[in-house]
């Protein structure tokens, strides 16, 4: 029996994944995808969109609890948590049925099974029934993702011990909760949790919250999630865990041991690549710390086979994943197109307040050695962020004394995520502070903040 | 549509420039990339490459002319265009100063004659697509940014283009960019574009080795008191100094000695440089490129020996400036590290000579009537008739001789 010959073979549908496999058909390629569960990967139905679903219901909820401030009456505002995880659920629901209809239109096949490597080129797809299909590929990209970390003593059960899937679904609503981890997954559903109205506790290992931030923002994050009520421990970890009643102790090891109780914990301290159980040992492939080794141009070390997004290593981001997907594929159809610039990917947090960044930290440029110009501008001076009711946070550039090269922007408020794509095209564009500075930004915007931080970098802010 | 062509600033801070030579005369077809015309700085002798395709049109100004950067030079026509104003271009420049008379308005079919501007500065006639940020750091670090090609959108030079310093118009992508005809078409061998590079190396070659009237010297030079000499300084010194070193010592010696050697043929003139600059070969990935040590007469040998080894490392790093490669008066060409006995080499235009220098080789040689054992290496002398006749060059080769046998004159 002959099998499918494909030009290439995507295994995981998530936003790197389906992005590479769209991008291959229009490079003339016969491509198929193959998903164990469901289309859109992690991103569009456990990551991503739904919790940005979830956030907007707990912005919702803020701005009818704020309204009195804005001269609008509401009696009653409260939480109702099921009918908000039910919009989140919707949200994905509609974001899958696009892929798959994406899928449709571009003429891709879609496996559904659990895809296998099996030698040179050719791979085994087994479904949920066990049935297998055999499929040659002359190029495979690995794009299988990533999965929340285990904690030993923190065993995810589904019920008192949470992971991101279980909190954008939780069974019930905890009076307490403590988040372990404070990168960008725990500080939004600390957020969101705080929101409606549970207690929240975070800890932390590093120093500091959101620690790949610049250190501006960890610290500003810090003293506003302290100031609307959550409780932050970091330079902490978790020494030991025990049940009690319903639910756990957890004994904290930080400057001093300190004891607390919640009704859930939710893990939320990194992931780890998703490697196993696809043939990998019979091949060159490498692995490091759970992730595939790849080149710039996202190859293994196994010729013909590729490995893109969470899997191949951080920074994990959907957008990240997407872009090497685009670059890999266009590698393999012997186009030239130019490595990722990590430097040039955008981070974004959706919490409250918000945190959106591009390139270097102030500290990082200073341990490049570099001569950096510096400009911080907040939105308490912004005449759009006080009308708004919205003067939290703060807009910072760092940039390179030397050459005028943006070397990095930072930012936290409202809705500083849709605004970081600004500063992300001005380093694409290999912009300096001089095309920056003449740009005109309009008024009224909040965006006249991040005009005024490049302003202040050169002693020229206008409104502070 | 006809543009004009304008002086591109060839060098930093070069504001005059004089028009050597026009490599395209009227009438032919110009493909991007084909050497219009050479122009020589105060420095350099530098290429003028075109950056759009067409036919050359009328010249504005003749061979050996000297102008302001950015002075309309000439006109380039689109293909099929036969006729053009060029008043009328030259008056769209918005400028109409001072208006010399060409000496030959025939070339143009316009009433009017052509006019020449000075003391203006004009936009050049191309434009280069350069993100703000390149343009800012090539000017920090003098590149000329028409030496590069861009590997941004639509050739657009970026950052990257500057950091890999491709002063080659080299870079990587280009370069490794197969044909896109199937393999199997092809047969067994597949297609790698010419570099920019390669392409002046091709093409300065072929005119060396095709109208410059070549001959021939060679000699045996002894090596043994030079390399007792060498080793002791080398065991005193912290840093080594290579035969090579001591090679260039002694040539800008000797031209220090025999400056009628110190020559360049130019159409008009013959060009007594006054100090030697020895340009020497260096092998890269890109291909060959001669860094030049200059006034290598007045350096000792200790900073020639630095220079050397650090034109050499950027000259492979691609990240020399075009003033540290461009011009010369004399070149050093070694192959002896490779184990070649003899060679004889092409001249580098516009200089006048280049010494191709083989492995120092322990050979029997007779001594007051003995055969005895010494170490001999041989050079070979390539020498532009025009400029050098044999009995000048044979002395020059004397003293070269004579000093790497007594290499303490050198040092002094």
Known sequence: MTHPVFDLVVIGSGPGGYVAAIRA?????????????????????????????????????????????????????????????????????????????????????????????????SLKVTDKSGRATLVSAKNIILATGARARNLPGLDPDGKTIWTYRDALNPPSVPKRMVIVGAGA??????????????????????????????????????SSLSRDGITLHTATAVQGAVREGAGWQLDLQGKTTSRVQADVVLVAAG???????????????????????????????????????????????????????????????????????????????????QVASVGLTELQARADGRKVKVGKFPFVANGKAIAMGATTGFVKVVFDETSGELLGAHMLGEEVTEMIQGFAIAQSLEATEAELMAAIFPHPTMSEAMHEAVLSAYGRALHI | ???????????????????????????????????????????????????????????????????????????????????????????????????????????????????????????????????????????????????????????RIVKRDIEAGSAFAVSSPVMAQPSTVSPSTLGDYTEVPHSGMRRTIARRLTESKSTIPHFYLSVDCRMD???????????????????????????????????QANVGWTENAMRQYTQADIAVAVSTDFGLITPIVRAADRKSLSIISQEIA?????????????????????????????????????????????????????????????????????CTLSVDHRAIDGALAAQWLAAFKRLLENPLSMLI
């Open chain 1, 25 to 121: 058909v229009q490079l003339g390629m016969k491509t198929a995808i193959v998903e164990r569960a469901e289309l859109g990967g992690i991103c569009l139905n456990w990551g991503c969109i739904p919790t940005k679903a979830l956030l907007r219901c707990a912005d919702v909820l803020r701005l009818t609890k704020d309204a009195s401030h804005f001269g609008v009456k509401v009696t009653a505002s409260t939480a109702n948590v099921p009918a908000m995880v039910a919009r989140s659920r919707a949200v994905a629901a509609q974001l899958n049925k696009g892929i798959d209809s994406l899928m449709k239109k571009n003429g891709i096949t879609v496996l559904s099974g659990h895809a296998r490597l099996e030698g040179k080129g």
């Open chain 1, 185 to 222: 997954i725990g500080i939004e559903f600390a957020s969101f949790y705080h929101a409606v109205g549970v207690e929240v506790i975070v800890v932390e290992m590093a120093d500091r919250v959101l620690p790949l931030e610049d250190i501006d923002i960890s610290t500003q994050m810090a």
């Open chain 1, 271 to 353: 992931i780890v690549g998703n490697v196993e159980d696809l043939g990998l040992e019979k091949t060159a492939i490498k692995i490091e710390k759970t992730h595939i080794v790849t080149d710039q141009f996202c190859q293994t070390q196994e010729p013909g086979i590729y490995a893109i997004g969470d899997v191949a290593g951080p920074p994990w981001l959907a957008h990240k994943a997407s872009h090497e997907g685009v670059i890999c594929v266009e590698h393999i159809a012997g186009l030239h197109p130019h490595p990722l610039d990590s430097k040039r990917v955008a981070a974004c947090t959706y919490s409250h307040p």
């Open chain 2, 1 to 155: 549509m006809a543009t004009l062509i304008c002086m591109p600033e060839v060098a930093a801070n070069a504001t005059q420039v004089t028009l050597q030579t026009w490599i395209k005369k009227e009438g032919e077809v110009v493909a991007v990339g084909d050497c219009l015309a050479e122009i020589e700085t105060d420095k350099a002798i530098v290429e003028f490459i075109a950056e759009r395709a067409g036919v050359m049109g009328p010249t504005l100004i003749q061979a050996g002319q000297e102008v302001e950067v950015g002075s309309p030079i000439g006109v380039l026509l689109d293909v099929g265009e036969t006729s053009v104003n060029v008043s009328a271009l030259l008056a769209k420049t918005g400028d109409n100063a001072s208006v010399p008379q060409l000496p030959n308005p025939s070339t143009s079919e316009t009433a009017a004659p052509p006019t020449l501007l000075s003391g203006s500065k004009v936009t050049p006639s191309h434009r280069v697509f350069v993100s703000p940020l390149a343009r800012r750091l090539a000017k920090q670090r003098g590149i000329d940014l028409n030496t590069l090609i861009g590997t941004g959108p639509n050739g």
């Open chain 2, 225 to 259: 008191r030079l390399m007792s000499l060498r080793s002791d300084i080398n065991t005193a010194m912290p840093r080594k100094i290579s035969v090579n070193d001591f090679i260039v010592r002694a040539v800008a010696v000797a031209l220090r000695e025999v400056p």
């Open chain 2, 310 to 378: 650090d034109l050499a490392a950027r000259a492979r790093a691609s990240q020399l400036r075009p003033d540290e490669y461009q011009g010369g008066s004399f070149s050093v060409s070694n192959l002896g590290m490779f184990g070649v006995s003899e060679f004889s080499a092409i001249i580098n235009p516009p200089q006048a000579a280049i010494l191709a220098v083989g492995m120092t080789q322990q050979v029997p040689v007779v001594e007051d009537g003995a055969v005895k054992i010494a170490s001999v290496m041989r």
